[in-house]
């Protein structure tokens, strides 16, 4: 049962974490969302530079609050891709910096395999083969998992991702950043069946569609549209915004569902798994829950606390590659966009980048 200090800057969350195989001894996480949002969206400079500010107090504190220091600690972990590099910088160096004074393993951990990893903080999973809905501001995937660190993508958006939806859309009816938050909000009392809105499909060269794939540009423009044809209705200050963000939350949350469970089926999988910063949507988290009942499909979400960006996603797939002998360079350095199917590539004994 390793215990690892786990540490995530690869967006604008700077968190810290210390777990016991998948027991969270302690966790912190310093948000950055209300500096963002004046410019509303991440400005990399500025994440960059309060990671650095924020993260030597986490680490501080998670020490604290779990009564452990170095010397009881097995692994030190970082979050080492993908993300924006300036901000991955920050935790990369730290984490390599104490593992290399206090004499400990070092582990680069693939942001999305902590996002995986996040579902065995809850309640554990039934054995065998499952499937996974990621679902965050910057992947809507699906991923059949065989096993620790085995993964296949059965499912991608080729243009948004949900969260990036929310978030733009949000921006559209001026709604503040982060867009999911703030949408759930503005949907509760409005009519999801108001507005019809397209189930963005993706189209095969040669005919038909990808079943498991997502679009969500052609759902941000039919929202443009619909917002601009009621503006010159009703004026910009009486649009009706609550049907508006429920009916645009039900479509996203409809494909959602509906594909993952069609995937699950079609791969003989009987356990459906749902992570990510979207993951915290109720709407999502209930119509999920509904049709894995009615489709014989078991299924996990993970525990609302670790669907948005934390450390201790990042220790659980640390503890997990540790416990499996694995451990990265002390060189390894941090990569924006390595798929996830190449995540065992930061576990090389010579450093892949
Ligand atoms: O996983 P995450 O914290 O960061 C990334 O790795 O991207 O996900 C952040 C995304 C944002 O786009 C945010 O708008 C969305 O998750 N999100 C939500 C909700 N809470 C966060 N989307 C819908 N409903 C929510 N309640
Ligand atoms: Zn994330």
Request: with cysteine; hydrophobic share 40%; glycine share 10%.
């Amino acid at each position: 049962m390793p215990t690892v200090l786990a540490l995530e800057t690869s967006c604008d969350e700077s968190a810290a974490a210390i777990v016991r195989d998948q027991t969270v001894l302690a966790s912190a996480v310093a948000s950055q969302v209300e500096e963002h949002a004046r410019w509303g969206g991440v400005v990399p400079e500025i994440a960059s530079r309060r990671h650095v500010e924020a993260l030597p107090q986490l680490i501080a504190q998670v020490c604290h609050a779990s009564g452990l220091g170095p010397g009881d600690l097995d692994g030190i972990a970082a979050t080492a891709a993908p993300g924006l590099v300036g901000a991955l910088l920050v935790a990369s160096v730290t984490g390599r910096t104490l593992a290399r004074l206090h004499g400990k393993p070092f582990l680069g951990v693939h942001h999305l395999e902590g996002h995986l990893c996040s579902v065995q903080l809850g309640d554990p999973l039934p054995p065998g083969p499952y499937l996974v809905l990621l679902v965050s501001g910057g992947h809507t995937e699906l991923l059949r998992v065989d096993g620790p660190g085995v993964y296949s993508r059965l499912g991608r958006s080729h243009d948004d991702a949900a969260g990036e939806a929310f978030d733009k859309v949000a921006r559209l009816l001026q709604l503040g950043y982060p867009g999911g938050p703030a949408i759930e909000q503005a949907a509760q009392g409005g009519d999801p069946g108001r507005f019809v809105l397209p189930k963005g499909r993706v189209s095969k060269p040669e005919g038909g569609y990808y079943p498991y794939d997502f679009s969500f540009s052609g759902l941000k423009t039919a929202m443009l549209r619909q917002v601009r044809a009621l503006e010159q209705l009703l004026g910009s200050n009486n649009l009706p915004v609550a049907d508006l963000a429920a009916s645009f939350e039900q479509v996203v949350v409809e494909v959602l569902v509906e594909r993952s469970c069609a995937c699950a089926k079609q791969q003989g999988l009987e356990t459906l798994v749902l992570v990510g910063g979207v993951a915290a949507n109720k709407r999502l988290r209930r119509l999920l829950e509904e049709r894995c009942h009615r489709d014989g499909l078991n299924w996990r979400v993970a525990p609302l606390p670790y669907c948005t960006d934390n450390a201790a996603m990042i220790g659980v797939a640390a503890a997990q590659r540790l416990s499996a002998g694995l451990q990265s360079s002390m060189e390894l350095a941090v990569a924006p966009r390595l798929p996830l199917e190449e995540a065992s590539r930061l576990y090389q004994a010579q450093a892949c980048f």
